[in-house]
């Protein structure tokens, strides 16, 4: 089974940065594709943005322009860098093989919780 541990979660305030890291138990290069996801109350979790091996990423729209992730295979870590913060990117965070129906549904991990305050 692989362990995803996610960190870097913070209370900031609106127009804030964050940075947040995703360790990976295994050769994140043999996942393929990573991503990162995220859940606020009462809704689903949803794909916030996604990394090929290559490099190639992908945003959801309402991330666009704001957030950029990247990955070091040879760390075996996927990171999201977070910027301009708004409150509705509240929710906790999480990272996982993308898109969702790739994800390891035993690999959820905790994520870590952004809150953003306006």
């Known amino acids: 089974q692989v362990q995803l541990v996610e960190s870097g979660g913070d209370s900031v305030q609106a127009g804030g940065s964050l940075r947040l890291s995703c360790a990976a138990s295994?050769?994140?290069?043999?996942?393929?594709?990573m991503g990162w996801y995220r859940q606020a109350p009462g809704r689903q979790r949803e794909l916030v943005a996604s990394?090929?091996?290559?490099?190639?990423?992908n945003y959801a729209d309402f991330v666009k322009g704001r957030f950029t992730i990247s990955r070091d295979n040879a760390k075996n870590t996927v990171y999201l860098q977070m910027g301009s913060l708004k409150p509705e990117d509240t929710a906790v965070y999480y990272c996982?093989?993308?898109?969702?129906?790739?994800?390891?549904?035993?690999?959820w991990g905790q994520g870590t919780r952004v809150t953003v305050s306006s």
């Open positions: 996982n093989r993308a898109p969702a129906y790739r994800a390891w549904s035993e690999s």
């Open positions: 295994g050769n994140i290069f043999s996942f393929g594709t």
């Open positions: 990394i090929s091996n290559g490099g190639t990423a």
